[in-house]
Every structure is written in structure tokens, then in C-alpha cells.
């Protein structure tokens, strides 16, 4: 009853942020990201009689903090009755701060606990358990760029792979300027934003004209209009967050002079753009001519402490046995 499975994280281009329905972590707005390739996190999952209760370690750190969103995840997957379970987790980049950890987390969690008791579950019903604990993990199922839809009262997420990295090749080239965990959570910043951002009800009227935008310049392979709307859509998330009160401001120094970066290798001819989540890292999304120098130039902005590029990759999926 023990198997293993990789995931990646994925980058947002048109955002997440909001719940509609908290208990079920139903996410209010649909969204479109890209899955990368380079960054990863393992699961091993494995259930047994002999284990008195639930234990998680991660990079070889036993971590009780997330235990409880882990439990919950594997009875959704392999039911309350299962027995417990001993999940062994390793992480190739920083955890918590802005990097879709969670999502490549419960995507890969899923899947190895699903493979652990030899369930076959469909990729759309495990992308559903993993986007209970964590909205964003529920597109790292998938490769490429992948469209969430939100659904509607009781309905649950749906998702749509809308192109492969064959499709149309990317590289994200993603300045690190804090290695630290964010100050405030992104589920507690959500309900601090809905409460109190007098922008809010803006930024869910807005999205679907977003959305409707970005997916036809996937189709069309137009990169200046997918780089327009997501800069957009990725300031209007944060703007929703800087008006909430007391206020929620993720970026720090070295992130505005990342944005500044992009923005003048862009007028040079590079075709670049960035987004940001609920953290400090600044991620540049580029066409791979223009990788390089994209990453020489974050690599030299005051504040960065470290570069990491990847291309886009595949879904959450098992790992051989060792
Ligand atoms: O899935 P969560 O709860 O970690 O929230 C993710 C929120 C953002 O990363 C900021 C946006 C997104 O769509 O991934």
C-alpha cells in the first residue's frame, strides 16, 4: 500500500483569488495557468494498520502544521476509513513563499495516495480532491496551459488543458527575492480581501472578459496579448490585496525593481512579461529566445538572491517504484 508521485507547481497568468464557497474551498473566479517543468515536489504515500496516526515529513523535517489539510486530502481520496498513513515529502524550491508549493503538494499527494490503494481515480475527480485543499493545486493535474473553470452553486471546478508545451514553448524564468514564508496565508488573505477591498466585487465582474482574453491568445499563440491581459490581471489581483484592511502587501523592494526589469527588457525587444502571486517572487514569463537575457537581468537586480528557470512541463503523475 505504498506508492510515489511527482508534481509542479504552477504559475497563474490569469488568477485565482477569492472562494465562494469557503468549506468546500471552491475558488470564485476561473483561471488559467501554466504548469513548469524544473521545480518539483515528490509524495510517498504509504498506508498501514501498524501506523497509530497520520505523519508528514518534508525534506526530511517532520512538519505537523500542514498534517491536518493532509489528512483531510487522503480520506477524500482513499476514504475516512483507510487506514493511516506515513507521507514523505522532498521540495526542490523554497516552501510557502509564493512558488505554488501547496499546489505541487496536493497534486503530487493525490495522485501517489490514489496509486497507494490501487484506485484508478480519473484525473478530473483527483484534480477536485487536490483543489479542496488547495484551490491552485487542482490545475497542476495537468500540463501545460490549463484553464480552471470555477463552475456554479453546487457544482464543483471543471478543467480544460487548453496547449501543451509543444504547442507553444515558454520558459518562466522566476526571481527569488525572499526565501521566507509570506506574512499572511493566500486563503486568509482571500477572505480578508473579499471582506473589506471595496475593489473586490470589480475584480470578479472583470474576469471572465480576462479569461475570454487570455485563452484566445493561447489558441492564436499571441504573445503580447497573453503578456497584456496577464500583467493586468495579475495588478488587479494585487490591488484588490493593498486595499483590503489592514492592508496586504506582498512585494517588497527588489519585486517593484523586477517589474521595472521586465518592463525594459520589453521595450529592448524582448518578448517578456511577469506575474506575481502571494509573495515577493517575480516570475517572467518569456518566449525561450528571449530566456536568457531575461534571466541575466533578474539575476543582476539589487535584492535577488537567486534565479530559477524552467519550461513548461507535464501533469501530476506516479513515479515508478524505486
Ligand atoms: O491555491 P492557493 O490557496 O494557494 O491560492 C493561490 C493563489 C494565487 O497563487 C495567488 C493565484 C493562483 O491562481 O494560483
Redesign the pocket.
Given at each position: 500500500m505504498q506508492a510515489q508521485a511527482v508534481a509542479q507547481p504552477n504559475i497563474?497568468l490569469i488568477?485565482?483569488?477569492g472562494k465562494r464557497d469557503v468549506q468546500r474551498n471552491l475558488p470564485a473566479v476561473s483561471?488559467l495557468?501554466v504548469t513548469l517543468d524544473t521545480l518539483w515536489t515528490t509524495m510517498s504515500v504509504e498506508f498501514s494498520a501498524a501506523f497509530p496516526d497520520d505523519s508528514l515529513t518534508l525534506n526530511k523535517e517532520p512538519v505537523a502544521k500542514l498534517l491536518p489539510r493532509v489528512s483531510a486530502c487522503l480520506d477524500r481520496v482513499a476514504g475516512s476509513e483507510r487506514h493511516r498513513a506515513r507521507v514523505i515529502s522532498e521540495c526542490n524550491f523554497p516552501i510557502a513563499a509564493g512558488l505554488?508549493s501547496?499546489?505541487a503538494s496536493f497534486a503530487a499527494l493525490v495522485v501517489a495516495a490514489d496509486a497507494a490503494v490501487g484506485g484508478e481515480g480519473d484525473r478530473l475527480t483527483l484534480a477536485r480532491a487536490a483543489g479542496h485543499a488547495?484551490?491552485?493545486?487542482a490545475r497542476s493535474l495537468f500540463g501545460g496551459f490549463v484553464e480552471l473553470d470555477a463552475g456554479v452553486g453546487d457544482n464543483d471546478i471543471s478543467l480544460s488543458p487548453l496547449a501543451d508545451a509543444e504547442h507553444w514553448p515558454m520558459e518562466v524564468v522566476v526571481a527569488i527575492t525572499e526565501r521566507g514564508k509570506k506574512p499572511v496565508s493566500?486563503?486568509d488573505a482571500m477572505q480578508r480581501s473579499a471582506e473589506t477591498s471595496p475593489f473586490y466585487s470589480r475584480w470578479l465582474s472583470d474576469q471572465s472578459v480576462d479569461l475570454d482574453t487570455a485563452r484566445d491568445a493561447v489558441k492564436q499563440r499571441d504573445f503580447d496579448k497573453l503578456g497584456e491581459i496577464a500583467e493586468h490581471n495579475c495588478l488587479k489581483?494585487h490591488s484588490v490585496t493593498w486595499t483590503s484592511r489592514p492592508p496586504i502587501v506582498y512585494w517588497n523592494t527588489a519585486t517593484v525593481a523586477c517589474m521595472q526589469a521586465v518592463r525594459e527588457l520589453r521595450g529592448q525587444g524582448a518578448a517578456v512579461f511577469f506575474t506575481i502571486?502571494?509573495g515577493p517572487q517575480v516570475k517572467a514569463v518569456c518566449l525561450p529566445e528571449s530566456a536568457d537575457r531575461v534571466a541575466e537581468a533578474l539575476g543582476n537586480v539589487p535584492g535577488v538572491v537567486q534565479v530559477m528557470r524552467s519550461g513548461l512541463g507535464r501533469g501530476a503523475r506516479r513515479l515508478a517504484a524505486a
Open positions: 497563474a488568477k485565482y483569488w483561471s495557468s505554488a501547496s499546489a488547495s484551490g491552485s493545486a493566500s486563503g489581483m502571486d502571494a
